[in-house]
């Protein structure tokens, strides 16, 4: 029998922290090491490629928080940070929906438009539709 603070048989405690490996793996102790160095080097792999995508096009967080779940899956430390990473998300998205901030948002992003269209007519009263880099000394 086990109490409230202590960890279950499966490797868990009552939060799911821990490694979810098969229980064949995790009764080996070879086994589950080549487990968790495994699951270390796929999620690495997936976390450089989402590095590597964060300048080039591509979904570069999204495809890092793929493999930081993969570490999850494995790490408890990887576990707390993706716990403390939706409960920021959420707060965020909680305060986006707060209706001073979202007329604030709305204003911001109306100003920076105005702008951009502003930019955009003194561009084209002064060269015309002429791309920038087809521009000769003017």
Do not use: C
């Amino acid at each position: 029998m086990e109490g409230p603070g202590k960890e279950a048989d499966d490797g868990r405690d009552r939060r799911g922290l821990g490694s979810r490996a098969p229980e064949f793996v995790r009764s080996r102790r070879a086994l589950h090491l080549s487990w968790q160095v495994g699951v270390f080097v796929v999620g690495l792999a997936v976390v450089a490629a989402g590095v590597v995508m964060l300048p080039l096009p591509g979904p570069g967080w999204v495809v890092i928080f793929g493999g930081m779940a993969i570490w999850a899956t494995e790490f408890v430390w990887a576990q707390l940070v993706l716990r403390w990473t939706k409960r920021k998300v959420t707060e965020a998205a909680q305060k986006a929906l707060d209706p001073k901030v979202r007329r604030r948002n709305i204003i911001l992003t109306v100003t920076g438009l105005v702008i951009v269209a502003v930019l955009v007519g003194i561009y084209v009263w002064k060269f015309g539709l002429v791309l920038p880099w087809s521009i000769r000394h003017q």
